[in-house]
């Protein structure tokens, strides 16, 4: 460890267990929209993710599609493995297959390129990142055509980019695969036309949005659970908001009865909401730049929500009225076929 500065061993001391052994620290740092829409320069996503490290994450999320594995990958290597404070073998790396590149061919190439931005041999986990595939047009991340719609690609074939995913796992550069953003009919679909059977969903998950039939399907067939915007999200209205879309999300974060439970167990409200999702056995990515913030949302396993507490932050459930994300900010997505909502 490191010289003259203590470090947590275990700030987080929760893991789910992958089915291929591997231990994925139940809480994880979110870097979405930390670099992406000029949210957070490189700079300071590199002083954030060098923050989260020293506060204890040692999960760390992102995808090609967030433009931010270079930043990351650069604090890893220099600040924390160089520097022998952490081995790259305590760390759990996931990032994820962007839509240009849903198709088998360009599984491998993407992956080997997102491990050299990353500077490693190999990520924990690797998700498919959604559903819908868009047409491939140099480096961009979503070519929009004449009518402002993106370039959706029709001929998507899930069963196809598993079998490259899979792949990917025989050849050591993957350890676990998985998907984000697929409905639950499309990931029965995985199951009966795969070798090696996902490891992960990842959704958009918090306590408007429990995904309760989503999670007890994952959990009947082996798939472990992360919540992305585990705080609702506060900060994506802009991304919406950058392609005329007007929306307004609710402030989970100031839920009245929230913020009665964190009131009553000295906690924030953000504590809470965290706790929640873990308690229930799902991994949670929140994402800060702020390093008071970075600190705070990994302190969720000192304390535990009573079952009358458990009770009255499930009943503020939504259903799918809860979702926030509903990835319009694609605009035309929805005409996607494997469009999942
Ligand atoms: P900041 O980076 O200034 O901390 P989510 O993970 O649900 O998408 O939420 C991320 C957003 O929530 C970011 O805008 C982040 O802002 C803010 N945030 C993160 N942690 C907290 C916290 N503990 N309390 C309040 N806001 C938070």
Same mark, same amino acid.
């Given at each position: 460890?490191?010289?003259?500065?203590?470090?947590?061993?275990?700030?987080?001391?929760?893991?789910?267990?992958? #089915?291929?052994?591997?231990?994925?620290?139940?809480?994880?740092?979110?870097?979405? !929209?930390?670099?992406?829409?000029?949210?957070?320069?490189?700079?300071?996503? +590199?002083?954030?993710?060098?923050?989260? =490290?020293?506060?204890?994450?040692?999960? @760390?999320?992102?995808?090609?599609?967030?433009?931010? %594995?270079?930043?990351?990958?650069?604090?890893?290597?220099?600040?924390?493995?160089?520097?022998?404070?952490?081995?790259?073998?305590?760390?759990?790396?996931?990032?994820?297959? #962007?839509?240009?590149?849903?198709?088998?061919?360009?599984?491998?190439?993407?992956?080997?390129?997102?491990?050299?931005?990353?500077?490693?041999?190999?990520?924990?986990?690797?998700?498919? *990142?959604?559903?819908?595939?868009?047409?491939?047009? /140099?480096?961009?991340?979503?070519?929009?055509?004449?009518? /402002?719609?993106? =370039? $959706?690609?029709?001929?998507?074939?899930?069963?196809?980019?598993?079998?490259?995913?899979?792949?990917?796992?025989?050849?050591?550069?993957?350890?676990? @695969?998985?998907?984000?953003?697929?409905? !639950?009919? &499309?990931?029965?679909?995985? =199951?009966?036309?795969?070798?090696?059977?996902?490891?992960?969903?990842?959704?958009? =998950?918090?306590?408007?949005?429990? !995904?309760?039939?989503?999670?007890?399907?994952? &959990? &009947?067939? /082996?798939?472990?659970?992360?919540?992305?915007?585990?705080?609702?999200?506060?900060?994506? +209205?802009?991304?919406?908001?950058?392609?005329? @879309?007007?929306?307004?999300?609710?402030? $989970?974060?100031?839920?009245?009865?929230?913020? %009665?439970?964190?009131?009553?167990?000295?906690?924030?409200?953000?504590?809470? $909401?965290?706790? *929640?999702?873990?308690?229930?056995?799902?991994?949670?990515?929140?994402?800060?730049?702020? +390093?008071?913030?970075?600190? !705070?949302?990994?302190?969720?396993?000192?304390?535990?929500?009573?079952? %009358?507490?458990?009770?009255? $932050?499930?009943?503020?459930?939504?259903?799918? %009225?809860?979702?926030? @994300?509903?990835?319009?900010?694609?605009?035309?997505? +929805?005409?996607?076929?494997?469009?999942?909502?």
């Amino acid at each position: 460890m490191g010289i003259g500065i203590r470090y947590p061993d275990m700030a987080c001391p929760a893991f789910a267990t992958l #089915p291929n052994g591997a231990q994925m620290p139940l809480l994880g740092y979110g870097t979405w !929209q930390a670099n992406f829409c000029v949210q957070a320069g490189a700079e300071e996503l +590199e002083a954030a993710v060098d923050a989260a =490290l020293r506060c204890g994450y040692r999960h @760390i999320d992102t995808a090609a599609f967030y433009l931010n %594995e270079p930043s990351i990958g650069k604090v890893i290597q220099e600040k924390w493995i160089d520097t022998g404070k952490v081995r790259r073998e305590d760390l759990f790396l996931v990032t994820k297959l #962007p839509p240009t590149r849903l198709r088998a061919p360009a599984v491998r190439p993407t992956l080997q390129r997102s491990l050299r931005d990353l500077r490693t041999d190999y990520v924990d986990l690797y998700l498919v *990142h959604a559903p819908f595939g868009i047409l491939e047009r /140099g480096d961009e991340l979503l070519p929009v055509g004449e009518d /402002g719609n993106v =370039l $959706l690609d029709m001929e998507t074939d899930h069963v196809a980019v598993w079998k490259a995913m899979e792949e990917e796992v025989d050849a050591g550069r993957a350890k676990a @695969i998985g998907i984000s953003n697929f409905n !639950q009919r &499309q990931i029965q679909r995985i =199951l009966d036309n795969c070798r090696i059977r996902p490891a992960n969903l990842q959704v958009e =998950l918090h306590v408007y949005l429990q !995904q309760r039939p989503l999670v007890e399907f994952c &959990q &009947q067939n /082996g798939i472990t659970v992360t919540a992305y915007s585990p705080l609702g999200s506060p900060g994506s +209205e802009k991304i919406y908001n950058s392609v005329g @879309i007007e929306v307004t999300f609710p402030d $989970l974060i100031s839920n009245p009865v929230v913020k %009665e439970i964190a009131s009553a167990l000295n906690k924030t409200t953000a504590q809470v $909401l965290l706790r *929640h999702i873990v308690q229930r056995g799902i991994a949670a990515i929140p994402k800060s730049t702020n +390093e008071r913030r970075i600190a !705070q949302n990994i302190q969720v396993f000192d304390f535990e929500l009573s079952a %009358e507490d458990m009770v009255k $932050l499930d009943a503020l459930d939504r259903g799918d %009225e809860g979702r926030l @994300i509903d990835m319009k900010f694609v605009v035309g997505v +929805e005409n996607h076929p494997e469009y999942a909502w």
